[in-house]
């Protein structure tokens, strides 16, 4: 398993272990020898013993199908429930660890793309969508693509004219959002069966976590300008995404 995925993986174990301590502390508050406490403290340890024990096994499911690099169906939402659940508490861990949440946000993405991967769909150009964000849009283009992309004028001054050119080579649908609300209103609106999304680590993560039981690929963008301002995106990797999609890994 690659150290980048590793980082996500090890801080779903400590978060995880971190969730189990609570048991002993919980058994704390209730250290009154009378029969109501220790009922009110056995419902509670089967409670929080099966729902450790399920996210347990969700952990291990996603470390399994990202070695056997094959999906286990009747795991797969378990593990994506773990793994949703269980995000929030290792950026905070990673925090106190002095792992940069950036980082973190890009080993939980390579997790969620090697699961994707394992999937191994198979699916028709038409069916899947690229989905932009606007900041890859040369900021002095005076023309709007947000709500027709068919507006670049092919210019060369970003990668919408390479990115329209790819959706076309594999017909793909391929859409520009300005903001999450907007991108799920796009997907909801054409309904596809897979997405290849394009953006930071922090809309991805959350896009990511949005999606539901839709397969999400995410491909970061570069921002050699900082954020949200002339941004760009590897053209190869955003193809390759797209034959994995396409022809199922």
């Given at each position: 398993m690659?150290?980048?995925?590793?980082?996500?993986?090890?801080?779903l174990?400590?978060?995880?272990a971190?969730?189990i301590i609570l048991?002993?502390?919980?058994?704390?508050?209730?250290?009154?020898n009378?029969?109501?406490?220790?009922?009110?403290?056995?419902?509670?340890?089967v409670?929080?013993g099966?729902?450790?024990?399920?996210l347990?096994?969700?952990?291990?499911?996603?470390v399994?199908m990202?070695?056997?690099?094959?999906t286990i169906?009747?795991l797969?939402?378990?593990?994506?429930?773990?793994?949703?659940l269980?995000f929030?508490?290792?950026?905070?861990i990673g925090k106190?660890l002095?792992i940069?949440?950036?980082?973190i946000?890009s080993?939980?993405?390579a997790?969620n793309?090697?699961?994707?991967?394992?999937?191994?769909?198979a699916?028709?150009?038409?069916?899947?969508?690229?989905?932009l964000?606007?900041?890859?849009?040369n900021?002095?283009?005076?023309?709007?693509?947000?709500?027709?992309i068919?507006?670049?004028?092919?210019?060369?001054?970003?990668?919408?004219?390479?990115?329209?050119?790819l959706?076309?080579?594999?017909?793909?649908?391929?859409?520009v959002?300005?903001?999450?609300t907007l991108?799920?209103?796009?997907i909801?609106?054409?309904?596809p069966?897979g997405?290849?999304?394009?953006?930071?680590?922090?809309d991805?993560?959350?896009g990511?976590?949005?999606?539901?039981?839709?397969?999400?690929?995410g491909?970061?963008n570069c921002?050699?300008n900082?954020?949200?301002?002339?941004?760009?995106?590897?053209?190869?990797k955003v193809?390759?995404?797209l034959i994995?999609?396409c022809k199922?890994?």
């Amino acid at each position: 398993m690659e150290s980048k995925k590793r980082i996500y993986i090890g801080l779903l174990l400590i978060s995880l272990a971190a969730l189990i301590i609570l048991i002993p502390v919980i058994g704390l508050l209730f250290r009154q020898n009378t029969q109501l406490s220790k009922v009110i403290l056995a419902i509670l340890a089967v409670i929080l013993g099966g729902f450790f024990l399920l996210l347990g096994l969700g952990i291990l499911a996603i470390v399994i199908m990202i070695i056997r690099s094959k999906t286990i169906p009747s795991l797969d939402n378990i593990a994506k429930l773990a793994s949703e659940l269980l995000f929030p508490l290792t950026l905070v861990i990673g925090k106190v660890l002095g792992i940069k949440a950036e980082k973190i946000r890009s080993s939980y993405i390579a997790v969620n793309n090697n699961l994707v991967k394992s999937k191994h769909i198979a699916l028709n150009g038409e069916q899947v969508m690229i989905l932009l964000p606007h900041c890859l849009q040369n900021t002095e283009c005076p023309h709007k693509i947000t709500m027709d992309i068919n507006n670049c004028k092919h210019c060369g001054k970003c990668c919408i004219s390479d990115l329209v050119e790819l959706s076309e080579k594999y017909s793909a649908m391929i859409k520009v959002a300005t903001g999450g609300t907007l991108a799920r209103k796009l997907i909801k609106e054409k309904r596809p069966a897979g997405v290849i999304a394009v953006a930071c680590e922090r809309d991805l993560s959350l896009g990511i976590q949005d999606s539901g039981s839709l397969p999400v690929y995410g491909v970061l963008n570069c921002r050699p300008n900082g954020p949200c301002c002339n941004t760009s995106v590897d053209i190869e990797k955003v193809e390759q995404a797209l034959i994995m999609m396409c022809k199922g890994g």
